[in-house]
């Protein structure tokens, strides 16, 4: 016989190349790869051990015959007779039905017996008991989704989405009933429609279950949610700086569901005003003219689209919600630091402070609005949230940077404890940021000159 490469034999078997390789292995037998050949006795070798069918299960000894009971000879009384009842008048017992569980086991094999097993492979053939298992689950399954679909509110009641920061598309549409809202464009409305309608829903039921935790984030974010108010003694570019920090830091520690539900309302009532104009127009000039009509026959972008849009608007509440839940009192300090720098800067220009520390100061600031923007996608929060993290010491250090910048040393300091802060910082991603945000330069020693000295003497007297 021919030699045999691997991939042959596993094709002829309907086998796994990387199992046939192992059993080789584990015989002493070296095998490169699928293309390497084998010989004739190892061929005959998988075919008698690895492949080789099941043995046949041993018979079973046929049940012996119970040994009948002889009845007693019946005995000719002499006593009287007694007040017994007759045999016909007592009261038979009922006999013990039978067990049907054997019964039904039995026919469960005789169905699936033939059948192939999913989830075996083929060279691991199943015993009957597990092969009734098998087919019962399936069969189970089947009625199941067979009844779930004909009839949603029989036994098993239809899924209900609520609003969550993992929820998906499937979630919202799997209860709505839409005809492929791309056709046409009143099925794109009325799909729209009922979208709208249902995401009301599930933020009505969301706020509802939150309302205590909504009402604490719009009281902490009160004063970043309200108007900025300019000051006469900024400039214009100053003012248009803070007022659009502190729209972000609303957007990024406020649960926006004010907006959202705004986006949602003003879709809803164009969707109806959209549906309201097949009620009062002219098929006949529709039909004749359809990019004159008022319903457009193109919609504005795919009807899926615009669900992943609003799904990822509404979800984006829940997401703000739970990081307001773990990060509140780092929050509470992001806030009141915005504004205690503000009061910082308005005092050094009503001091008469020179350009130089005004624009320094700006720079610092700067870095605050990065450091806390950063933190706002959390991160430099992954440490251990009881402890000090990254953003606590950070944020730290740049506040002292501030209080101290007329010290020559404040920027060295700033920058060789920020150094520090990186030793326990494992992520790449944070780990650049700290560096761009102290402005760091690789293998410089930031120490003082006195502690480089006193550094470099141990080791001298160490030597």
């Given at each position: 016989m021919a030699s045999k490469r691997i991939y042959q034999i596993a094709k002829e078997f309907e086998c796994d190349e990387k199992k046939i390789i192992e059993f080789l292995t584990g015989q002493g037998i070296k095998v490169a790869n699928r293309l390497s050949a084998v010989s004739e006795d190892?061929?005959?070798?998988?075919?008698t051990t690895l492949f080789a069918p099941p043995p046949p299960p041993p018979p079973q000894p046929e049940p012996k015959p119970e040994p009948v009971a002889e009845k007693p000879a019946q005995v000719a009384s002499t006593e009287a007779p007694t007040d017994e009842v007759p045999a016909q008048g007592k009261k038979k017992k009922k006999k013990k039905k039978k067990h049907q569980g054997d019964d039904q086991i039995d026919l469960e094999l005789e169905a699936f017996k033939?059948?192939?097993?999913?989830?075996?492979?083929?060279?691991?053939?199943a015993n009957a008991p597990t092969q009734a298992v098998y087919?019962?689950?399936?069969?189970?399954?089947?009625?199941?989704?067979?009844?779930?679909?004909q009839d949603g509110k029989g036994r098993f009641a239809p899924f209900k989405a609520k609003l969550h920061k993992n929820m998906d598309v499937w979630a919202i549409l799997q209860e709505i009933k839409i005809d492929d809202p791309d056709s046409a464009p009143i099925c794109y409305w009325h799909a729209v429609n009922k979208l709208t309608t249902k995401a009301f829903k599930l933020m009505q039921e969301y706020g509802m279950k939150n309302r205590e935790l909504l009402a604490e984030m719009r009281e902490v974010t009160k004063d970043v949610g309200s108007k900025y108010v300019p000051q006469e003694i900024f400039t214009d570019e100053e003012n248009q700086r803070f007022e659009a920090q502190q729209k972000f830091l609303f957007e990024a520690f406020g649960h926006g569901m004010g907006k959202v539900n705004d986006n949602l309302y003003e879709l809803k009532m164009y969707a109806e005003n959209k549906k309201r104009l097949c009620e009062h127009m002219s098929f006949l000039d529709y039909l004749k003219n359809p990019t004159e009509s008022n319903l457009e026959t193109k919609v504005p972008i795919p009807f899926y689209v615009l669900a992943e849009t609003i799904l990822h608007s509404i979800r984006s509440v829940p997401c703000h919600v739970d990081f307001y839940r773990e990060q509140k009192a780092r929050i509470v300090k992001s806030i009141e630091n915005f504004y205690a720098w503000i009061d910082g800067y308005k005092k050094l220009k009503e001091q008469g402070a020179d350009a130089a520390k005004l624009e320094k100061y700006l720079e610092l600031e700067e870095k605050l609005f990065s450091l806390i923007q950063f933190m706002s996608f959390d991160n430099l929060v992954f440490l251990r949230k009881k402890e000090r993290v990254p953003f606590d010491m950070a944020l730290d250090l740049l506040n002292e940077y501030r209080d101290n910048m007329d010290d020559p040393d404040a920027e060295r300091n700033f920058k060789y404890k920020v150094r520090g802060i990186t030793n326990i910082t494992y992520k790449p991603k944070e780990f650049v940021f700290l560096y761009q945000f102290a402005g760091l330069e690789p293998h410089k020693d930031y120490r003082s000159p006195e502690e480089i000295a006193a550094a470099e003497a141990k080791t001298m007297s160490n030597e």
């Open positions: 190892t061929y005959n070798l998988l075919k033939d059948q192939p097993v999913p989830f075996v492979s083929n060279n691991e053939v087919g019962a689950a399936i069969t189970a399954g089947n009625k199941l989704i067979e009844h779930y679909v």
